[in-house]
């Protein structure tokens, strides 16, 4: 029995280390985006800054940010003593990664045995799902190491009624709270286990803990009514159709995007793999198999928070793939399980292991070329400025998702950006915001041009398409400057167009 235990810590290691390479791997490769460069910029201000942020009200759409602040003051320790670099802040997700699998090997050893356990955290260190957020400079790697942690105590809890485990899932769930709020969206399928039990000493206890826990998220829960209104005025999240499960599908096997002539074969090995998995649940469920209850337990904590988040977001749009990374790593247990524990032939067992095996190759070749991006756009356009720029040019973006990694990069130059149009739902940098990151912005191209005799214009070419498309000749702010300026250059980096416009055209 020793020796079993033993052999189960050097695999789980083993996968770790395996966990560790395929992340690591993805870290220079990957350019810094939005969402990257906000969380560092905003985080270095400081708690102070973090709470105004978030907090401050912006008339007429209620609070000036939607996230809790928990993930946004760790982040701030971490840079004080790891400092600011994109390496620096990659590496934090990737810890909580690392947690999110032992959370895995646990929970699955503690509802199956230790080589379900293991193929489970097999699972979860090469799905390109979990490999994106894990090298991801956000919330959700910290976020799905609470909920799967919350998972794991609460489990240990219903089988020995053990205060410390209760103590541990009230405490998680908590932190899960504050580092997102669509945590809930996990947490109460989660809760409703206990229902399914028919045990009411469980249920008085999972509301009791579930009551704990919602006292220790009171001082942000009283926040939420104008977050909530902020999410109905401006969001950038749409309301999700049925097509959003198949996206979802993919997102579990091969993740998405895919690169065009791999998204069909990525769909097949994908919707081959759920099917089986849900066609050997129901099947060991009517044969009343050993151990059919944990298998529709899995598959339900795999689909139910999708499934309720996809119902609320037909009132008020929340819905994303990534807040689901908690739901990814019960779905990696529940396939181990289908593989090593029901009655299934050995040929089917190998096709099915040979699809998630191809299905991963494809997800992660696709992620470590930057979705077929190879360079840091905006790292390379900062150097190029850098050398060609003279001292009265003004750099312009056309909007903030380009500006905030220049920004980053770049602080130094003379930059802004033209914000959104107010009440869109692209309006989602509020004015409290703006200030605490002291960013520089203009409504509009003209009012950003002002007397500049040289503009470099930065934007990206999906945003021309965007107009292309809708039947105008070009971008309006490439109309203006193209009225109002000669062109000089245009230089591509990934997609990401740089324009030079000069009064005179020398």
Known sequence: MKQVARQGKVFLFSIILISLLIRIISLSSQTLWYDEAFSILFSEK??????????????????????????????????????????SGRILSILFGTGILINVYLLAKELLDQNTALLASFFVAILPFQVHYAAEIRMYSMLAFFLTLSA?????????????WWGVFVLSSAIAQYTHNLAAFFLLPLASISLFKRNWRLVHNTCLAGLTAVILYLPWLL???AQFSKVQHQYWVTRPTLVKFIDLILCYITNIPLPKNWLMPGLFISLTCVTLC???????SLRKSNGYKT?????????????????VSQWTPVYIDRALLASHAIFCIWMAWVLIKTAMPDVI????????????????????????NPIDAHKTMDAYLREHMQGNDIIIHSNKLS???????????????????????NDTLSLSTRRVLGLNYAEDIESAVGHSETVWLIIYESAINDYTS??????????YLDQHYQLVSVNNWSHVLLYEYRADGR
């Open 295 to 311: 298998g529709l337990l899995l598959m339900y904590l795999s689909f139910a928070p999708a499934i309720l988040l996809w119902l």
């Open 403 to 425: 500006y905030l990694p220049a920004f980053y990069h770049g602080p130094d130059l003379p930059m802004l950006y033209i914000i959104d149009e107010p009440g869109s739902m």
């Open 223 to 225: 926040h939420l009514p």
């Open 46 to 87: 400081g708690p102070g800054a973090i709470l105004q942020g978030t907090l401050a009200m912006d008339a007429p759409t209620g609070s000036a940010d939607i996230h809790p602040p928990a993930y946004y003051f760790l982040l701030f320790g971490w840079i004080q003593v790891f400092g600011r670099s994109i390496l």
């Open 470 to 479: 809708a039947g105008y000749s070009t971008h309006p702010d490439l109309a």
């Open 152 to 164: 794991l105590a609460y489990f240990k809890a219903l089988r020995i009624n053990s205060l410390k």
């Open 349 to 372: 067992r190998l096709l099915m292991s040979a699809a998630v095996l191809v299905g991963a190759v494809v997800g992660l070749s696709y992620y470590y070329t930057n979705e077929g």
């Open 278 to 284: 849900i066609y050997q649940t129901i099947r060991a």
